[in-house]
């Protein structure tokens, strides 16, 4: 449409072309950029959710499916992290059951 309307100025329908290759390049570049970024943080955090529930079952026993689903659905790193330093030090499910409950509520 657009090359249509600037068909009568002088270069006008390459200058659109080129245009719109640029951003359209632009665009994908962007969003492969942020879509490789957004993977890797994904996954960390994939990652570090499963470390902290290996970590807790070692230390308190086999976790029950809604702790684990509530560690699941932490989706800050820092947090996790810091359960994982907590549990180390923890011999009680209940113990650790809190603070997974606390983290959840912020």
Do not use: W
């Not at 492969?32 to 070692?58: P, R, S």
């Not at 230390?59 to 689903?69: D, I, Q, S």
């Amino acid at each position: 449409e657009v090359e249509k309307r600037v068909k009568h100025l002088p270069k006008g329908e390459e200058t659109v072309r080129t245009t719109a290759e640029v951003l359209r390049k632009e665009g994908y570049d962007k969003g492969y950029d942020k879509g490789v970024v957004l993977g890797e943080q994904h996954g960390k955090l994939e990652a570090t959710q499963e470390m902290l529930i290996d970590v807790a079952g070692e230390r308190c026993g086999p976790l029950p499916p809604v702790l684990e689903a509530k560690i699941k659905s932490i989706e800050s790193v820092m947090t996790l992290k810091n359960l994982a330093r907590q549990v180390a030090k923890m011999d009680r499910m209940e113990d650790f059951e809190r603070l997974v409950n606390k983290a959840v509520e912020h």
